[in-house]
């Protein structure tokens, strides 16, 4: 039998890690400020959206820009940009005092964010063995969610019993230990092998600025960031309406369990059987844990969805991701990377701008009762962009080896 290459090593865990705290800052400080800019600015609650708007359009903007710097510059200078950036950004939530220099700061600190993330999405994509791809970004993941679960607790806990000061002197130490962790990552001074005459053509067009290859995967994953989207922001205020605000900080506690359970095998089987062979099963068992939640009346019911959730987005995300990577032509798999997560957040953003007002009108278990079943037309989607095509490879090969 031959021996698997290492996937666990020195980089791998050190990437993992500085983007764990670069996630954990950006939950940490997602479900805080809103609160601490209604209590201590004195801001209206229409203009609350624009904290997380502005720092989502930047990261949004700044990504294709650090996809193609890598390309130009060579990983290691954009990663250590990147990370002084989120660094200095995390670290001055003292300053602030009106809702004016606030979404300024939220503008500086998503650059960093948009730069962080593309950089260490590159590093781990090239650190990780090919053989284990599929496996490897879903641990690479798991780290995100995890971020996913303690972020919120922990910023709730400090608006609430901490003070301003201790709050932020947290995102600041969350900032400082991504910089650290991320510093102790031995990267190449090189520029990625294939990407010289890459970076000689770089203009500052649109169509330079994404990878193409890995456009069709990423408006599959923009497509499910939608309904994801409902989820991630409404479902503690879905719980308060249904009766059960006392377990919803338990949804993603028990969302980041089954993750840790099922990562094993999720990510063994996409590397061994294929993409479409995940895909399906999971975006099916997705639809049926948000159809679960739309119906939930008790505790175990409500958390019966989380984990079906987890498991079904939680395989999802990383498996489209790999895609996106995996397209990508020699060389830039940070633009590949830049590409998914850019389109991925435009999803994410226009998502939770909808589902604010569709859930208002209809009510946020009708809209659940809806994500599912478009959840479900978009297992055709996935089909039409990509799923065919390979489906379609899968049979040519076979063929071809009986042939022999």
């Known amino acids: 039998m031959e021996k698997q290459p290492k996937l666990w090593t020195r980089n791998f865990i050190l990437v993992s890690i500085s983007n764990f705290f670069v996630f954990l800052t950006f939950y940490y400080l997602l479900i805080l400020l809103p609160i601490y800019a209604l209590d201590f600015l004195n801001i209206s609650e229409a203009e609350v959206g624009l904290i997380v708007t502005v720092f989502l359009i930047s990261a949004i903007v700044s990504r294709p820009f650090a996809g193609q710097w890598v390309s130009r ?6 990663f250590i940009a990147s990370a002084f950036i989120f660094a200095a950004g995390a670290a001055l939530y003292f300053l602030p005092q009106s809702i004016g220099s606030l979404l300024v700061l939220r503008f500086f600190h998503g650059i960093g964010f948009g730069m962080a993330t593309t950089a ?5 994509a090239n650190v990780i063995p090919p053989l ?25 806990t400090a608006i609430q019993d901490w003070g301003a000061e201790t709050t932020f002197s947290i995102s600041a130490i969350f900032g400082f230990l991504a910089l650290l962790t991320g510093l102790m990552i031995k990267l190449p001074n090189e520029i990625p092998q294939g990407s010289t005459q890459i970076a000689e053509k770089i203009r500052f067009r649109i169509g330079d600025m994404f990878e193409r290859p890995a456009v069709k995967i990423s408006v599959v994953g923009a497509f499910f960031a939608i309904a994801y989207s409902s989820i991630l922001a409404f479902v503690s205020v879905y719980a308060s309406q249904i009766g059960l605000a006392k377990v919803a ?5 028990v969302y980041a369990v089954v993750l840790l359970l099922s990562r094993p095998f999720t990510g063994k089987w996409f590397d061994q ?14 639809a049926i844990g948000v159809f679960v939640l739309s119906g939930a009346e008790s505790a175990f019911i409500f958390l019966l969805a989380a984990a079906l959730v987890g498991l079904g987005w939680g395989t999802v995300f990383p498996s489209l991701q790999t895609i996106a990577i995996q397209e990508a ?6 633009l590949a990377t830049a590409t998914y997560l850019s389109i991925f957040d435009i999803g994410m953003g226009l998502g939770s701008f909808l589902v604010g007002i569709i859930g208002a009108e209809i009510g946020l278990n009708t809209l659940y009762f809806y ?17 065919k095509r390979k489906e379609a490879s899968a049979t040519r090969q076979v063929l071809s080896e009986n042939r022999q």
């Open 371 to 387: 994500s599912s079943i478009y959840i479900l037309a978009g297992i055709g989607l996935y089909y039409l962009l990509h799923g």
């Open 329 to 334: 032509s020699p060389g830039k798999s940070g």
């Open 120 to 124: 260490t999405g590159t590093i781990v």
């Open 73 to 78: 510059y060579g990983i290691r200078k954009v």
């Open 249 to 253: 900080s338990y949804f993603f506690v």
């Open 132 to 156: 284990r791809r599929g496996e490897g970004m879903g641990y690479y993941v798991l780290f995100v969610n995890l971020a996913m679960v303690i972020g919120p607790f922990l910023g709730l």
């Open 273 to 286: 059987f294929g993409a479409n062979v995940i895909i399906y099963p999971a975006l099916i068992i997705f």
